[in-house]
């Protein structure tokens, strides 16, 4: 069965700290794809990773990086020098091969105070 | 920003009557979904569909059925409201599964049945 854990519920930082909020996903399927999206306040799910099974290689955006390791069965999302539009709800979400199919977790509220 | 607009984007109901929320998409995707979000359980699939006129159900389809009679809209309907369907919900787009190309999400639709 697949299953994507964000055990961390809440995260409270200051601006300008770096915070990593975590995702273990368990699958049986030798390809998979693992996602990240960014719900802020305002409600809408926004986009921001689509990571492969084959590519471990780390990712970095701007502040954000990504951080992929099969041997743990976690990808790791780090965002540097956090600011308060940081704040949002982050959720990992994995995927089967050819398959509409999204797990995602509960998510992570991540707020940034000033 | 994926052209995806979900309607209404708020709506408050009785229990019992039938309620229908929009997805309309302007970006020619083939897969639309629909989700609700609820607290502690992150966003579950209710429906799906891959193409005009073909649907299929999620995880949590029981009390919902949706249509789609043209490729930009999908129609997700409660034939008669209960409190347990009181969420958030989301529709998605995607262009095709076999590269498992990201779903992009609308606003979402509050919707309160009291």
């Known amino acids: 069965a697949q299953k994507v854990t964000q055990a961390q519920t809440e995260i409270s930082v200051v601006e300008k700290e770096d915070v990593t909020l975590d995702c273990v996903y368990e699958?049986?399927?030798?390809?998979?794809?693992l996602f990240w999206y960014k719900q802020p306040p305002s409600g809408e799910l926004v986009f921001l990773i689509r990571?492969?099974?084959?590519?471990?290689q780390n990712e970095i955006s701007g502040r954000y990086s990504w951080n992929f390791q099969k041997s743990t069965s976690s990808f790791n999302f780090t965002i540097t020098a956090s600011q308060v539009v940081d704040s949002a709800v982050y959720f990992c979400?994995?995927?089967?091969?050819?398959?509409?199919?999204?797990?995602f977790g509960t998510g992570t509220r991540l707020k940034v105070l000033a | 920003d994926a052209g995806i607009t979900q309607s209404p984007r708020h709506k408050v109901t009785e229990t019992g009557t039938p309620v229908t929320l929009r997805c309309h998409q302007t970006?020619?995707?083939?897969?639309m979904y629909w989700y609700r979000q609820d607290p502690g359980h992150g966003l579950r699939l209710i429906h799906y569909?891959?193409?005009?006129?073909?649907?299929d159900k999620g995880e949590v389809s029981d009390g919902y059925s949706v249509s789609r009679s043209k490729t930009e809209d999908f129609l997700l309907t409660l034939e008669s409201a209960t409190s347990s369907q009181t969420s958030v919900y989301f529709c998605?787009?995607?262009?095709?599964?076999?590269?498992?190309?990201?779903?992009?999400f609308g606003d979402g639709t509050r919707l309160s049945i009291l």
């Open positions: 970006e020619n995707h083939r897969y």
């Open positions: 699958t049986r399927d030798t390809t998979y794809y």
């Open positions: 979400a994995l995927s089967g091969p050819g398959t509409y199919k999204y797990i």
């Open positions: 998605a787009i995607s262009e095709d599964w076999t590269d498992n190309q990201p779903q992009h």
């Open positions: 990571r492969n099974s084959f590519d471990e």
């Open positions: 569909s891959y193409g005009v006129k073909d649907t």
